[in-house]
């Protein structure tokens, strides 16, 4: 599968990220303090980024950065969960200018919820949800929304239910989907007021949504196992757009392949990148090319950008891609996993493990 990543050789670091040339921090950290980010997203329309971060015993969160704020933010994890102390953080923890979440809720004792699901600020026009974040939790497949800010978030309501609710997911138009575990995908449309789930179709462990930059009629369905499945203007193609399933581990609830996110450029350049665990459980992500197929990858196009070591737990491992306003590949890796972050990686910079990380994927020029 090719030799190991290696920052200034097969992706670059920008100048401007928060901690590069700092001593003892990796520069491709862009935000930290965070312990399992399952799903973030950029507003569309401001360029505000929201994570949602899964709790530990007591609180789910999001987090919230106005466009151009988020660069060098500490969200606290493990010395904190949710705006609390963390019961279990290791003695005299601190979290340098930690920045509290502006959304929370209890997923403690016998409270139904118990993992959050990050999603997007609906900016489809004259959808209900209009200007307002979605977002919902695994346990109870309850889909919410609020009107998040910097200073907190208000009016938070319920938008209905998807059970075994996995992933958001938000098409070139604005359009967004809701994926579950059960397999079915539903593109969330609306009526008056009221959020409808309306059938896009049922695949293997659906865990991501997205469609190419230019074309919001080719939704792309990343399956668990290691397939992207194809939906050409709502009719699935008969051959997976890209089956690495020999090389992803999925000996684990939360490892697979993850995600995917298409460069802007796609409609010129045809790439595209993916996060998965592979074999041994490690974090990977990896570039590919469409083939002469539009409809098919091209597996021989297969490049490494970086890998992260994550073996010794199978939980926590995030998984976000996204490009942001500025053009630059975002990723979410979780803290590792194991109970309270034992290792202390989330507030450690010099390890990948509870970060944002910030990269231009593009290897150097010559």
């Given at each position: 599968?090719?030799?190991?990543g290696?920052?200034?050789?097969?992706?670059q670091?920008?100048?401007?990220?928060p901690f590069?040339g700092?001593?003892?921090?990796?520069?491709e950290?862009?935000?930290?303090g965070?312990?399992?980010?399952?799903?973030?997203?950029?507003?569309?329309a401001?360029?505000?980024?929201?994570i949602g971060?899964v709790g530990q015993?007591?609180t789910?969160?999001?987090?919230?950065?106005?466009?151009?704020?988020?660069?060098?933010?500490?969200?606290?994890?493990?010395?904190?969960e949710?705006?609390?102390?963390?019961?279990g953080a290791?003695?005299?923890?601190?979290?340098?200018?930690?920045v509290p979440p502006?959304l929370?809720?209890?997923?403690g004792?016998?409270?139904p919820?118990?993992?959050?699901?990050?999603?997007?600020?609906v900016?489809?026009e004259?959808h209900?949800?209009?200007?307002?974040?979605?977002?919902?939790?695994?346990?109870?497949?309850?889909?919410?929304?609020?009107?998040?800010?910097?200073?907190?978030?208000?009016d938070?309501r319920?938008?209905g239910v998807?059970p075994?609710l996995?992933s958001?997911?938000?098409?070139?138009?604005?359009?967004?989907?809701a994926?579950?575990?059960?397999g079915?995908?539903?593109r969330?449309?609306?009526?008056?007021?009221?959020t409808?789930p309306?059938p896009v179709?049922?695949?293997?462990?659906?865990?991501y949504?997205?469609?190419?930059p230019?074309?919001?009629d080719r939704?792309y369905?990343?399956?668990?196992g290691?397939?992207?499945?194809l939906?050409?203007?709502g009719v699935?193609?008969?051959t997976?757009?890209?089956?690495?399933?020999?090389?992803?581990g999925?000996d684990?609830?939360?490892?697979?392949l993850?995600?995917?996110a298409?460069?802007p450029d796609?409609?010129?350049?045809?790439?595209f990148?993916?996060y998965y665990?592979?074999?041994d459980?490690d974090?990977?992500?990896?570039?590919?090319?469409?083939?002469?197929?539009?409809?098919v990858?091209?597996?021989?196009?297969?490049?490494?950008?970086?890998?992260?070591e994550?073996?010794e737990?199978?939980?926590?491992n995030?998984g976000?891609?996204?490009?942001?306003?500025d053009g630059l590949?975002?990723?979410?890796i979780g803290?590792?996993?194991?109970?309270?972050?034992?290792?202390?990686?989330?507030?450690?910079?010099?390890t990948?493990l509870?970060?944002?990380?910030?990269?231009d994927?593009r290897?150097?020029?010559?």
């Amino acid at each position: 599968m090719g030799a190991a990543g290696q920052a200034g050789v097969s992706y670059q670091v920008p100048a401007d990220n928060p901690f590069a040339g700092q001593a003892g921090a990796l520069p491709e950290i862009y935000s930290y303090g965070l312990r399992n980010p399952w799903r973030f997203s950029f507003d569309r329309a401001t360029g505000d980024l929201a994570i949602g971060d899964v709790g530990q015993d007591a609180t789910e969160e999001v987090n919230f950065a106005p466009a151009g704020q988020g660069a060098g933010d500490n969200y606290g994890w493990n010395c904190f969960e949710g705006s609390a102390p963390f019961e279990g953080a290791p003695a005299g923890c601190e979290a340098p200018g930690h920045v509290p979440p502006v959304l929370e809720y209890n997923s403690g004792g016998s409270a139904p919820e118990c993992s959050i699901v990050g999603g997007y600020v609906v900016r489809q026009e004259g959808h209900p949800l209009a200007g307002r974040y979605l977002y919902g939790d695994f346990c109870t497949g309850e889909l919410r929304s609020a009107v998040l800010a910097a200073g907190g978030a208000s009016d938070i309501r319920t938008e209905g239910v998807v059970p075994a609710l996995s992933s958001f997911g938000e098409d070139a138009a604005g359009r967004v989907y809701a994926a579950s575990l059960g397999g079915p995908v539903f593109r969330l449309t609306g009526v008056g007021v009221v959020t409808v789930p309306q059938p896009v179709g049922v695949f293997n462990t659906p865990v991501y949504v997205t469609s190419e930059p230019a074309d919001a009629d080719r939704l792309y369905v990343v399956e668990q196992g290691g397939r992207i499945q194809l939906v050409d203007g709502g009719v699935p193609a008969t051959t997976p757009f890209l089956d690495i399933s020999a090389d992803v581990g999925t000996d684990n609830l939360e490892r697979g392949l993850l995600s995917m996110a298409f460069a802007p450029d796609y409609a010129d350049s045809g790439r595209f990148y993916v996060y998965y665990t592979d074999l041994d459980g490690d974090v990977r992500i990896e570039e590919f090319r469409r083939s002469a197929d539009p409809n098919v990858a091209d597996p021989a196009s297969r490049r490494l950008l970086l890998t992260q070591e994550h073996s010794e737990n199978g939980n926590h491992n995030a998984g976000q891609l996204q490009f942001g306003p500025d053009g630059l590949l975002y990723a979410a890796i979780g803290d590792g996993g194991g109970a309270g972050d034992p290792n202390g990686n989330a507030q450690n910079l010099g390890t990948l493990l509870g970060k944002i990380i910030r990269i231009d994927p593009r290897p150097p020029a010559g």
